[in-house]
């Protein structure tokens, strides 16, 4: 799967702008299932020790102030000048050269390019507008995050330690990763119009600290797409372990009938599971498939809240949160859904708004 996000990062380059079931030892809890991928990862990846204390972070913010000048001002070149939109595109269609094996020419590039501008918060022509620079809100979260990404796309490009395999590596690491962030809110108000906020950013990498618009955004997109198949084949894989003990059942002749309905849990419910001294109830059925779907899936017990409808020895939909992502606007987090056999597309990631939401689009 780490494979197939490369080439989603690679296809996310293009539209990013502003804006296992065999059996195992059961785990106790959630907390035992933890991994250290980072550690594992060809990426140098630092802490965050980036801060507002650095010689460069007032001259960033000064150039914060230039960009939302230009904003205001509907001065569309300015605007990707100070944010290095250019070589950014450049970098971008380098990786999709190299991931695709295809030569990029100068007019893919162009392209590209007016792709990317045509999607930023600035009106050619447009009337010019008061503007206000918000306080930065230091964002470590989004830099954890970046380091997360760049692990997994490392780890997805293992065994391409060719010259082009790490040249790929490079512009994946120029484009999303760094060890700083703070998120800056950018107030606008047109004449006879209302206010309007739009959020930029200033990240901290090899350069320094400077102002982005779209590399953060770019990022998220990818974290996103990766946190939305992890928890895709997390539910695929807890419905296929409830199915496997329910075979177990059928093979005792026991009336799978009597557990059709619809359950809500969650992972520390699967992980608590005790095994029932029978399964002629319909209580005790449930209490079989909660202790042994485990075996068959030990990270069934790292999910937040699990919903799931049986039906005649089936199970017809399940929905699940599994795994978080921080806002990118604001200092929270929010949970990632997953679903099966219907898998949560990025649209319907986007528009829910509650875990019923995915699970009733669940079934096929």
Request: aromatic share 12%; hydrophobic share 40%; proline share 4%.
């Given at each position: 799967m780490r494979k197939q996000l490369i080439c989603i990062a690679a296809a996310l380059l293009l539209t990013g702008s502003v804006s296992g079931c065999g059996k195992s030892s059961k785990p106790e809890s959630a907390a035992e299932q933890t991994t250290d991928s980072a550690a594992e990862s060809t990426v140098p990846i630092r802490a965050v020790t980036a801060s507002a204390d650095d010689a460069d972070f007032s001259d960033a913010l000064a150039e914060m102030d230039a960009v939302a000048a230009a904003m205001a001002a509907n001065d569309g070149e300015k605007f990707v000048e100070l944010l290095g939109v250019r070589h950014i595109v450049d970098v971008q269609m380098d990786v999709q050269e190299l991931s695709s094996g295809r030569t990029v020419t100068s007019d893919d590039r162009d392209r590209a390019y007016e792709q990317i501008t045509a999607s930023l918060p600035v009106e050619p022509g447009g009337n010019s507008a008061e503007y206000s620079v918000g306080e930065p809100e230091e964002r470590n979260d989004l830099s954890i995050l970046s380091a997360a990404v760049m692990s997994d796309i490392s780890d997805g490009l293992r065994g391409r330690e060719d010259a082009d395999g790490q040249k790929l590596l490079d512009c994946m690491r120029e484009l999303f990763w760094f060890d700083g962030a703070y998120s800056i809110p950018i107030t606008l108000k047109s004449p006879g119009a209302s206010e309007h906020t739009v959020c930029l950013y200033l990240l901290h990498d090899d350069a320094g600290w400077h102002p982005d618009g779209t590399r953060l955004p770019m990022m998220y997109g990818y974290a996103t797409k990766m946190r939305l198949a992890?928890?895709?084949?997390?539910?695929?894989?807890?419905?296929?372990?409830?199915?496997?003990?329910?075979?177990?059942?059928?093979?005792?002749?026991?009336?799978?009938?009597?557990?059709?309905?619809?359950?809500?849990?969650?992972?520390?419910?699967?992980?608590?599971?005790?095994?029932?001294?029978?399964?002629?109830?319909?209580?005790?059925?449930?209490?079989?498939?909660?202790?042994?779907?485990?075996?068959?899936?030990?990270?069934?017990?790292?999910?937040?809240?699990?919903?799931?409808?049986?039906?005649?020895?089936?199970?017809?939909?399940?929905?699940?949160?599994?795994?978080?992502?921080?806002?990118?606007?604001?200092?929270?987090?929010?949970?990632?859904?997953?679903?099966?056999?219907e898998a949560v597309s990025s649209d319907a990631f986007r528009s829910a708004s509650s875990l019923e939401d995915i699970f009733e689009s669940a079934e096929q």
């Open positions: 992890e928890a895709n084949e997390a539910a695929k894989t807890l419905r296929y372990a409830l199915i496997s003990a329910m075979t177990d059942l059928n093979a005792e002749d026991q009336d799978l009938t009597l557990l059709n309905g619809e359950y809500c849990f969650s992972g520390d419910d699967f992980a608590n599971a005790q095994a029932p001294d029978s399964h002629e109830t319909a209580d005790d059925m449930l209490a079989y498939l909660m202790y042994e779907a485990p075996f068959y899936y030990k990270d069934a017990v790292r999910a937040g809240k699990v919903m799931f409808r049986i039906k005649d020895g089936d199970v017809t939909a399940l929905a699940l949160e599994y795994g978080e992502l921080p806002d990118r606007e604001e200092m929270r987090t929010y949970p990632v859904y997953g679903s099966a056999p």
